[in-house]
């Protein structure tokens, strides 16, 4: 059984430039989640799609967000990118609820120059 | 306000010692809680699940609503559980971490 698939690993943009990342979630799972991961904030929820809305978004600005298609792949896109946004973003999937665990993707580490 | 706190940054103990790491939360309604583990160069994975009350790699933990407690324990430390170990809250189909304790075992 496949696990969470992010892509790409790895990202180095400029500030000011904008970036899609990718999430396909394991087979079956209809919930897929966004965390960013930092040295100093830690893990920090970015949003929560299933059935393609959003039904919940943590405390970050506009220019995160996000989407999710009718196969349960999620993209979340960042916009007008700054220095701060550098961090390994993480997508999780889960049966409904999460009742039963999240399952984490490697991570995509942005890098913003 | 929903919060989980890992009063440790780092743990080191030596092999075959007990381990606990502590996490503690605030939650006014029944928590949901989880223990993450992940390991050098790898992905975050569960380890456990306060409802299930299981026992993985040797590890259990018990929710203590009194204390407001989840802490993890391991009676015998092993080399292998060198990890960074992270106490989560399930609030409204999200998760709430704490910082992080990172746990070192010396040979």
């Known amino acids: 059984k496949a696990g969470v698939t992010q892509t790409p690993r790895y990202l180095i943009k400029t500030r000011g430039q904008q970036v899609t990342l990718s999430c396909s979630p394991i087979s079956g799972h209809r919930s897929v989640s966004w965390y960013q991961q930092t040295p100093g904030q830690g893990l920090q929820f970015l949003f929560e799609?299933?059935?393609?809305?959003?039904?919940n978004k943590g405390n970050f600005p506009g220019r995160f967000s996000g989407r999710q298609f009718s196969n349960s792949r999620s993209e979340m896109n960042v916009s007008t990118l700054e220095l701060g946004d550098s961090a390994l973003y993480l997508c999780a999937s889960s049966l409904v609820g999460g009742d039963y665990g999240y399952t984490f993707g490697s991570g995509t580490r942005l890098t913003v120059v | 306000a929903q919060r989980v706190t890992q009063p440790e940054k780092l743990l080191s103990v030596f092999k075959g010692a007990p381990v606990e790491l502590k996490c503690n939360y605030s939650?006014?309604?029944?928590?949901?809680l989880f223990w993450y583990v992940q390991y050098s160069r790898q992905r975050l994975q569960l380890l456990l699940r306060h409802i299930s009350r299981e026992s993985i790699k040797g590890f259990t933990a018990d929710l203590n609503k009194g204390e407001t407690s989840f802490h993890l324990k391991k009676p015998f430390a092993q080399e292998e559980d060198s990890a960074m170990y992270y106490c989560?809250?399930?609030?409204?189909?999200?998760?709430?971490f704490g910082t992080g304790t990172r746990l070192q075992v010396f040979p």
């Open positions: 989560a809250l399930k609030y409204t189909d999200k998760l709430i």
């Open positions: 799609y299933f059935s393609e809305t959003q039904r």
């Open positions: 939650y006014s309604g029944s928590p949901e």
